[in-house]
Nanobody, 122 residues
Framework: QVQLVESGGGLVQAGGSLRLSCTAS????????MGWFRQAPGKEREFVAV????????GYDDSVKGRFTISRDNALNTVYLQMNSLKPEDTAVYYC???????????????WGQGTQVAVSS
């Protein structure tokens, strides 16, 4: 069982930055590929970014490429999402998730955090 806790959300103006963190309870954190997803009000959950076991491979949705950066620190059991040049359309609840697969599909993820709210004002 892996418990994930996100933090770092908040309200920011367009063009601003936030860094989200997600800390895992499990000592097997380094055995999981980690992803970030988001869900805006009235919309389906969507993929944001994924990082491989040792951080060597990363993937991003086109909507955040060049603005968001995913990283991880296996010694701290933590994955990060650095979000720059934020836009109002980035407003959503952001979730981190753990998977045995390097995937952009939410169905491939076994464990999810409770989410952290990000709101971007125009």
């Amino acid at each position: 069982q892996v418990q994930l806790v996100e933090s770092g959300g908040g309200l920011v103006q367009a063009g601003g930055s936030l860094r989200l963190s997600c800390t895992a309870s499990s000592r097997t954190f380094s055995s999981y590929h980690m992803g970030w997803f988001r869900q805006a009000p009235g919309k389906e959950r969507e993929f944001v970014a994924v990082i491989s076991l040792n951080g060597g491979s990363k993937g991003y949705d086109d909507s955040v490429k060049g603005r968001f950066t995913i990283s991880r620190d296996n010694a701290l059991n933590t994955v990060y999402l650095q979000m720059n040049s934020l836009k109002p359309e980035d407003t959503a609840v952001y979730y981190c998730a753990a998977s045995r697969s390097f995937s952009a599909q939410g169905a491939r993820y076994d464990y999810w955090g409770q989410g952290t709210q990000v709101a971007v004002s125009s």
